[in-house]
T-cell receptor
């Protein structure tokens, strides 16, 4: 039973299109994240939701819109895709108890290629 | 902005050798985590260090958190091909509810 699952795993699309990536966790965690990993393998935080509430938005272009329908799901919608959006997007979850960030559990990643 | 600098960025050594990877910052962290990532997968936690000066061992891997809680190191003894992967350090600050990652060290152990 996969703890953090993302779909799709691969996404190839044209510039200007709109696409979505979905994420679900069955760990009972209260916090979920989207990270972007570029071609140099640098993992950069994009968004974080705690109990469906947006708590971190790291100056990501507003073409990126996260949505958390409940605390087990965090989706990412991207409008007007650009070449520079090509990357691997990772969903992660954790339990943020007592103000200390716990272990992050990552999904397998969604590789987005914009042509 | 908190930054974590890892060195070296790339390391290729022979099986049986020892190695050390460093993770440095000018910021103080409440805890520091080390992850390992294999191709096509997400990072997986190896260890969390919380107390300044703390040393943790995981078989042939030894992790140390600096006394000032600004840096950490990962030492691997008698490296094996199975140790090949991307090693990432990540720092957490009090109440920030996020991890900041270093740029990673790509380790290759040649048989």
């Amino acid at each position: 039973d996969t703890a953090v699952s993302q779909t799709p795993k691969y996404l190839v699309t044209q510039m200007g299109n709109d696409k979505s990536i979905k994420c679900e966790q069955n760990l009972g965690h209260d916090t979920m994240y989207w990270y972007k990993q570029d071609s140099k393998k640098f993992l950069k935080i994009m968004f974080s939701y705690n109990n469906k509430e947006l708590i971190i938005n790291e100056t990501v272009p507003n073409r990126f819109s996260p949505k958390s329908p409940d605390k087990a799901h965090l989706n990412l919608h991207i409008n007007s895709l650009e070449l520079g959006d090509s990357a691997v997007y990772f969903c992660a979850s954790t339990f943020n108890g007592g103000g200390r960030t716990g272990e992050l559990f990552f999904g397998e990643g969604s590789r987005l290629t914009v042509l | 902005t908190q930054l974590l600098e890892q060195s070296p960025q790339f390391l290729s050594i022979q099986e049986g050798e020892n190695l050390t990877v460093y993770c440095n910052s000018s910021s103080v962290f409440s805890s520091l985590q080390w992850y390992r990532q294999e191709p096509g997968e997400g990072p997986v936690l190896l260890v969390t260090v919380v107390t300044g000066g703390e040393v943790k061992k995981l078989k042939r891997l030894t992790f140390q958190f600096g006394d000032a809680r600004k840096d950490s190191s990962l030492h691997i003894t008698a490296a094996q091909p199975g140790d090949t992967g991307l090693y990432l350090c990540a720092g957490a600050s009090w109440g920030a509810q996020k991890l900041v990652f270093g740029q990673g060290t790509r380790l290759t152990i040649n048989p």
